[in-house]
């Protein structure tokens, strides 16, 4: 299998504050050249998009290729759970959004310390072997955000699954908070094959620092910073695909090209890597990705990871142009002082990031 799976969490939208508003001749665009150079892996879940990201896959690709020229891999939203009997519902859902009969990777959505009594109490994990035994799935797993106790706890627990899917970047894997490198251990000390989501962590890789720039451009001149981080992924061995949002032909051309002419990485360029990461590290102080879970339940509609990508790129840019883009921003859209302290969107952010505090921070920066 090519190890580059097309992820459909960010797509190309025509209206960039409306979710849903997906630019179907774009994205019709890139599927077919991805189909056309041999890759075939698709991931979504029921919330993204609000739902239309299932939808988008029936119209553009189940409904044009063969059923067995794709391979759909999709999630079972636990934090959405409220009965058992939903779990049934919304699978029945996403089999009639994605208009097929079966699902080829199934995973517990976000599984973590969190969402576990859920998981518990709805009997999650038998759910999905259900599933498995009646052939509507065919492989069975989690995605995970949480820290290698927790995976290593629920692998012991629950041999059933197959694979895991976890963030694995450059920068979070030596990150005390993410920890991907000792989530990566854990997987690979119980032999179950990871997926990577988030190689380049929701962009953040490519809007590196200039002196980034300057260190991977000064050790070869025709690399993408993109490049560098999906060869980071592909280096590690029990990695069997790695999710890329993809939106624009060059991005994916290049991804396309990343993966076909990875070549293992010698010391030297994983001492680059390493360089790298610590010197974007001490700009990026809010690993916020952009997922966007965080913005529905706000009270308050504070476009929270546009905040927080205001002040990261602030410490970035030695002009003043985030300063700038905050005040036309905040013009006319609630202002990060507007946060009541409610605590829905800290429920939901698998980056556990305290965003009520760092919300005091933006505000307290930019003010
Ligand atoms: S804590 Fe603040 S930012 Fe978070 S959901 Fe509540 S009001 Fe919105
Ligand atoms: S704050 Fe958390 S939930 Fe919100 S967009 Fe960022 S990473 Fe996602």
Redesign the pocket.
């Known amino acids: 299998m090519k190890r580059l799976g097309f992820g459909f969490m960010r797509l190309p939208l025509i209206d960039p504050d409306d979710p849903t508003s997906i630019n179907k001749e774009e994205l019709k665009e890139l599927i077919d050249i991805y189909m056309k150079n041999g890759f075939n892996y698709f991931d979504t879940a029921h919330v993204y998009h609000k739902g239309v990201s299932e939808k988008i896959i029936k119209e553009l690709i189940v409904d044009k290729y063969p059923r067995d020229e794709y391979i759909i891999a999709d999630k079972l939203p636990i934090f959405n759970i409220n009965s058992k009997d939903q779990m049934e519902t919304i699978f029945q859902e996403q089999l009639d959004r994605l208009g097929v009969n079966y699902i080829d990777y199934y995973m517990i959505h976000n599984a973590s310390t969190r969402h576990q009594e859920k998981i518990d109490k709805f009997q999650a994990y038998e759910f999905i072997k259900h599933l498995k035994d009646k052939g509507y799935v065919k492989h069975i797993g989690i995605s995970c955000h949480d820290g290698p106790e927790f995976i290593e706890e629920t692998l012991k627990k629950h041999p059933e699954i197959e694979f895991i899917q976890l963030q694995i970047n450059y920068l979070d894997w030596n990150n005390k908070t993410i920890d991907a490198k000792g989530c990566y251990d854990v997987a690979c000390k119980y032999e179950k094959p990871v997926i990577v989501m988030e190689p380049i962590k929701g962009g953040t890789l490519i809007n590196v620092p200039d002196d980034v720039k300057k260190l991977f451009k000064s050790t070869n001149p025709d690399k993408s910073l993109a490049s560098w981080a999906l060869d980071f992924d592909l280096n590690l061995d029990n990695v069997f695909m790695i999710l890329s949002g993809m939106n624009t032909k060059k991005q994916l051309e290049d991804n396309i090209h990343t993966t076909e002419t990875f070549k293992k990485l010698t010391q030297k360029q994983l001492d680059i890597i390493k360089k790298a990461a610590k010197l974007i590290g001490r700009s990026h102080e809010i690993p916020c990705t952009f997922c966007g879970y965080?913005l529905d339940?706000?009270?308050?509609h504070?476009n929270?990871p546009k905040y927080f990508d205001l002040y990261n790129t602030n410490k970035i840019l030695e002009n003043n142009h985030a300063i700038m883009y905050y005040e036309n921003y905040t013009s006319d859209h609630p202002k990060?002082s507007?946060?009541?302290?409610?605590?829905?969107?800290?429920e939901i952010c698998p980056q556990r990031i305290n965003?009520?505090e760092q919300?005091k921070n933006v505000t307290k920066t930019f003010n």
Request: glycine fraction near 10%; charge should be negative.
């Open positions: 965080c339940g706000c009270p308050e504070i929270i990060p507007a946060c009541i302290e409610c605590g829905n969107c800290m965003i009520i919300l």
